[in-house]
């Protein structure tokens, strides 16, 4: 019943920007912390970011000062604005929230 839809991974070149978006439907009223993950080749899941319902986040070191999350609370909908791309955060990234996934959507960073 609930569902979280990622969007906005793409191809970009180090030094660039993306911005990620994760949508999420259902019946449900519970608000949960909301966070993003990834999951480069042959490395585990990580999480990298997440925010509470008041606002409040938290980043993973790799990506402090670079990336940031937000959300929209009324659009039920997570961001993840992400500058200064590098190599190293290529990678699938997904949405989480409480017990739901979302499938994810494909970020690389390469020249």
């Known amino acids: 019943q609930v569902q979280l839809v990622e969007s906005g991974g793409g191809l970009v070149q180090p030094g660039g920007s993306l911005r990620l978006s994760c949508a999420a439907s259902?019946?449900?009223?519970?608000?949960?912390?909301m966070g993003w993950y990834r999951q480069a080749p042959g490395k585990q899941r990580e999480l990298i970011a997440f925010i509470t319902s008041g606002g409040s986040t938290n980043y993973a070191a790799s990506v402090k000062g670079r990336f940031t999350i937000s959300r929209d609370n009324g659009k039920n909908t997570v961001y993840l604005q992400m500058n200064s791309l590098k190599s190293e955060d290529t990678a699938v990234y997904y949405c989480?929230?409480?017990?739901?996934w979302g499938q994810g959507t494909q970020v690389t960073v390469s020249s």
């Open positions: 259902g019946s449900i009223s519970i608000m949960y912390v």
């Open positions: 989480k929230s409480g017990s739901h």
